[in-house]
């Protein structure tokens, strides 16, 4: 990874992609999470932008959490990535604003379920679950919404480990951040 940027952006929306030129879409939709490799990290919302400048591609990509260990090999494989499709290119990492779950898009979400990881909640949904034990989260295996808190963390620390009481299957459900 070549820098480290800390903007401050003019407006912080629940769509924090800034642009990314059309050429380079599928390229980046190709590179998966290194933690959940069903997921690409343009469904993860951790590409913020990428344009060709003067024959180079400028990447910018926010991490799931500032210490995230997976940077840099996500940035690795964006380099390999857009190399094997003819561009060299230089990746930022942005660290404001910070990423959020509320950036996983539709086909993410569906995604981390059909892998057998609940999807976030909204914020207060999520708080809940997680303090109040309610039962909401959806058992990504057979659909209940039968389903208990086991542990406030699961395979990391960004998940919670349920289980469902139907099925009886554990799964992890990935933790909302705001």
């Not at 799931?64 to 494989?77: F, K, L």
């Not at 979400?109 to 034990?133: F, S």
Request: a negative charge; charged letters at 25%.
């Amino acid at each position: 990874m070549s820098k480290t940027k800390n903007i401050p952006r003019p407006s912080e929306s629940s769509s924090p992609l800034e642009k990314v030129d059309g050429a380079l879409i599928e390229i980046l939709s190709s590179v998966s999470d290194p933690e959940i490799p069903v997921l690409s990290i343009m469904d993860m919302g951790v590409v913020r932008s990428a344009i060709i400048v003067d024959g180079i591609v400028k990447v910018e990509i926010t991490p799931t959490y500032s210490g995230c260990p997976a940077m840099d090999v996500i940035g690795d494989d964006i380099k390999k990535a857009l190399k094997e499709a003819g561009y060299d290119s230089e990746i930022d990492l942005i660290l404001h604003p910070a990423w959020t779950t509320d950036w996983i898009t539709p086909r993410g979400r569906q995604a981390l379920e059909n892998y057998g990881i609940a999807a976030p909640l909204d914020a207060d949904a999520d708080k809940a679950v997680l303090l109040n034990g309610k039962q909401i989260v959806k058992c990504p295996q057979c659909g209940s919404k039968n389903t208990r808190l086991v542990s406030q963390f699961g395979s990391t620390a960004c998940k919670a480990q349920f289980q469902c009481e139907d099925c009886q299957e554990p799964f992890d459900y990935f933790k909302c951040l705001k």
